[in-house]
């Protein structure tokens, strides 16, 4: 049993879509967020929970030290370069461009998959995008449609900032994808589920991503912690509202994470729980079995 049989999975897209296994390619591209680097950054980030550092390597020398590990695992899978660390549309844009092709260019790649802030998506870097020549999808850090909860976040955009930027890809013919945050202080379920609603109406998202609210150390989110000022989920609290949020999901979304990476006791991350993604996936599965439960149902 997996979550696969129960929601739109990622996974499931693309066996559907290309009759094999497809694996994210993760890539930087040597460039720094430009909203940490202005301001101290969100107050949940830690850049080196999902990248080394920002590297300095090229886009070849990654994508083969990557994929060669990696293919002991998967031995016949297609690839996705995955620009996630940073932000990724942020730069001069011949200069990414030629990052972005050069990633396209290497053996049984079928796509490119972008992550990035909405204040750093415009008319000029979409139209390059649009011009690779292979799909393309970018993911924005929408992390909740409220307000309140972007300012407690410190993420330095609005969200009409992030309607902005996703209207602007699709007018490019980009496939869209949003980050959502769940455990946010001050967000019941319910205004979780607004967020849900807004993404399975807007039409112009086509993928989505749940993150629990992990705390990390060395972050202004620890120190929030500390004070008191909130309590993040258990798993049981975040299962529990995944199971809520799934059947308020339109069908046709996507749904490319639903959990946080594997967050280990020894690493970076503080966290109420840890453990392996694969055990929350597998407790996930059972809870919408139980419950009958489906992505879409409740549309």
């Not at 066996?15 to 460039?31: C, D, F, H, N």
């Amino acid at each position: 049993m997996d979550p696969s049989d129960f929601v739109n999975t990622y996974s499931r897209y693309m066996r559907e879509k290309y009759s094999r296994r497809m694996q994210r390619v993760p890539l930087a591209t040597g460039i720094a967020c430009p909203h940490r680097i202005s301001t101290g950054g969100c107050v949940f980030c830690r850049p080196d929970t999902y990248t080394d550092a920002v590297s300095t390597e090229d886009i070849v020398t990654q994508f083969n030290t990557i994929t060669t590990r990696m293919r002991k695992t998967f031995p016949d899978c297609g690839w996705i370069p995955y620009f996630n660390a940073e932000t990724s549309t942020y730069g001069e844009i011949d200069h990414l461009k030629q990052l972005f092709q050069k990633a396209l260019h290497q053996q049984d790649v079928f796509e490119l998959a972008l992550s990035t802030r909405p204040d750093a998506v415009t008319d000029e870097i979409a139209a390059m995008l649009e011009t690779l020549g292979l799909p393309v999808t970018v993911e924005i850090g929408m992390q909740s449609i409220h307000e309140r909860s972007l300012k407690f976040l410190k993420r330095g955009h609005t969200f009409q900032e992030c309607v902005t930027a996703l209207e602007t890809l699709r007018r490019h013919h980009i496939r869209t994808g949003v980050h959502i945050i769940i455990g946010i202080p001050g967000e019941s379920t319910e205004s979780i589920l607004e967020t849900i609603r807004w993404i399975s109406d807007c039409r112009i998202v086509d993928e989505v991503k749940f993150h629990q609210l992990v705390v990390y150390r060395d972050t202004a989110l620890e120190q929030i912690l500390r004070e008191g000022r909130f309590i993040p989920l258990t798993m049981n609290d975040y299962l529990a509202i995944l199971t809520v949020l799934i059947p308020e999901l339109d069908e046709r979304i996507v749904v490319s994470r639903l959990f946080t990476s594997n967050v280990r006791r020894t690493g970076v991350a503080t966290a109420p729980e840890t453990g392996l993604k694969r055990t929350a996936m597998n407790r996930l599965a059972k809870l919408l079995s139980d419950g009958s439960i489906r992505q879409g149902m409740n549309r």
